[in-house]
């Protein structure tokens, strides 16, 4: 099953950016307007390839990719940001042996959510919170630090999630690293909070971000959570 990315008006409960902090509503569950589709104004700009690293490192102006004799060298590089809806035009697939859940609210208001879809095993034995989640959000601000031609430092990124690390007092698992998701570049990281461990995926662009929790309270539930949480993330599309 494809879906995708709507912005859910009637939500009744604020999300969580990583999808860390994420427990069973008390109450009714929340309802999420069916998934519809917007306008695509991404311009393809960005090779899809494989999933590797250095072709989204291109330097303003140089679709080349870095100059040859360039001073500006390793870990000076910005990442060129896709004006492109990465979240309210986005789809995935669900994993297999997945199915929708609601109920989940987010301990972290921080963005702009638009919508959430959430995913959990349909196989007996697993706690309430394995899951997978899906979460848009609009109204990103980068300020000073987005050049004219839509580049931020990679650094800016990184600081971006480490600042949602600090929100929900997460502890880091291992480093922040840059990777592609949709063929664009995105960060990822494992962070630990009290009640589970979840791997991000933050793929931003120059108004949107979309995220990919994949988050388990067990070592028994982790390779399965992070098998299918790959699994997704391999699916995305933006446009």
Do not use: N
């Not at 940001?81 to 995935?92: F, H, M």
């Amino acid at each position: 099953m494809r879906v995708r990315g709507a912005v859910a008006w009637g939500a009744a409960a604020s999300l969580l950016l990583a999808l860390s902090g994420c427990s069973l509503l008390d109450g009714d569950d929340p309802e999420t307007e069916p998934p519809s589709s917007g306008p695509t104004d991404g311009q393809g700009e960005h090779p899809s390839g494989q999933p590797t690293i250095p072709p989204q490192l291109l330097e303003c102006g140089d679709p080349a990719g870095k100059g040859g004799d360039s001073e500006e060298t390793e870990g000076e590089d910005p990442v060129e940001l896709t004006d492109a809806l990465v979240a309210s035009d986005a789809s995935w697939d669900v994993p297999a042996g997945y199915e929708s859940a609601t109920g989940y609210y987010d301990d972290l208001d921080y963005e702009q959510r638009m919508f959430m879809h959430t995913y959990v095993p349909t196989a007996p034995g697993y706690d309430t919170l394995d899951l997978v989640g899906v979460l848009g959000y609009d109204g990103l601000d980068w300020g000073q630090l987005a050049q004219e031609c839509g580049q931020v430092p990679l650094e800016a990124m990184l600081e971006r999630v480490a600042e949602y690390q600090d929100l929900l007092d997460a502890e880091p698992l291992d480093e922040a690293e840059l990777t592609e998701v949709g063929g664009l570049p995105a960060v990822t990281q494992t962070m630990r909070i009290p009640s589970y461990d979840f791997r991000g995926y933050w793929l931003f662009s120059q108004t949107e971000l979309l995220f990919i929790g994949c988050q388990w309270t067990s070592q028994d539930a982790q390779a399965e959570i992070e098998s299918s949480c790959a699994d997704l993330v391999a699916t995305v599309q933006v446009g």
